[in-house]
Nanobody, 115 residues
Framework: QVQLVESGGGLVQPGGSLRLSCAAS????????MSWGRQAPGKQREVVAT???????NYADSVKGRFTISRDNAKKAVYLQMNSLKPEDTAVYYC?????????WGQGTQVTVSS
């Protein structure tokens, strides 16, 4: 059974940091490209960071320089370090795995950036 379980969300003040984690199981993790996406109220879901199965990363312009994605294949986990958080980063953050055409999404974790 495929599972992607996110954790680490919460309430943080503007300028603060959070580290999200995603624990994966039920599929060959090392072969899959992993991403973090987010969805704010009233907006479409967007992918903000991707790390492929070779460790190459890519970021949306809105988070470049502030967010860092990483993976640990031995632990079957992917992480998102978020620094210099802004109110517009408020969203539900989702973990995604992809090995075309197979794609899985987690249930999400809420991140709220507010003073």
């Amino acid at each position: 059974q495929v599972q992607l379980v996110e954790s680490g969300g919460g309430l943080v003040q503007p300028g603060g940091s959070l580290r999200l984690s995603c624990a994966a199981s039920g599929f060959p993790f090392a072969r899959f490209h992993m991403s973090w996406g987010r969805q704010a109220p009233g907006k479409q879901r967007e992918v903000v960071a991707t790390i492929n199965n070779g460790g190459i990363t890519n970021y949306a312009d809105s988070v470049k320089g502030r967010f860092t994605i990483s993976r640990d294949n031995a632990k079957k986990a992917v992480y998102l370090q978020m620094n210099s958080l802004k109110p517009e980063d408020t969203a539900v953050y989702y973990c995604k795995s992809l090995f075309y055409p197979v794609e899985y999404w987690g249930q999400g974790t809420q991140v709220t950036v507010s003073s």
